[in-house]
């Protein structure tokens, strides 16, 4: 799941990038427009996961290990009580401009 976030951000920006260039898949004007659009996520679809490969082929290193590496130290300070402080410090500050514990969970 931590690892979903940046994939879908890298997702949306490339789909923005092919989009603004026009660069997608197009079909005779007698198919449904709902199954035409769903043929334009297809190419940065397709960028994504060939640039995470690269990514991971070129470093030579499993890009999971590091988000592990990254969130167990995150994992490591909830576990004081000056981490578990903070965390609830920051639930109480994000709860009084209006984002709640569901919208807190799902943001986490």
């Known amino acids: 799941m931590e690892f979903s976030f940046p994939i879908y951000v890298l997702y949306c920006w490339k789909s923005d990038l092919f989009l603004k260039k026009n ?17 334009i996520s297809l190419l940065p679809v397709a960028a994504v996961i060939l640039l995470i490969w ?19 130290l995150l994992v490591f300070g909830l576990n004081t009580i000056w981490g578990l402080c903070i965390h609830v410090l920051i639930m109480c500050l994000l709860w009084t401009v209006g ?5 807190y969970w799902i943001l986490l």
């Open 99 to 103: 984002i709640h514990e569901r919208l």
């Open 54 to 72: 690269f990514i991971q082929v070129s470093i030579g290193s499993d890009i999971t290990k590091f988000l592990q590496i990254i969130f167990s």
């Open 23 to 39: 660069i997608v898949i197009r079909l005779p004007e007698g198919i449904i427009p709902a199954i035409a659009n769903s043929f």
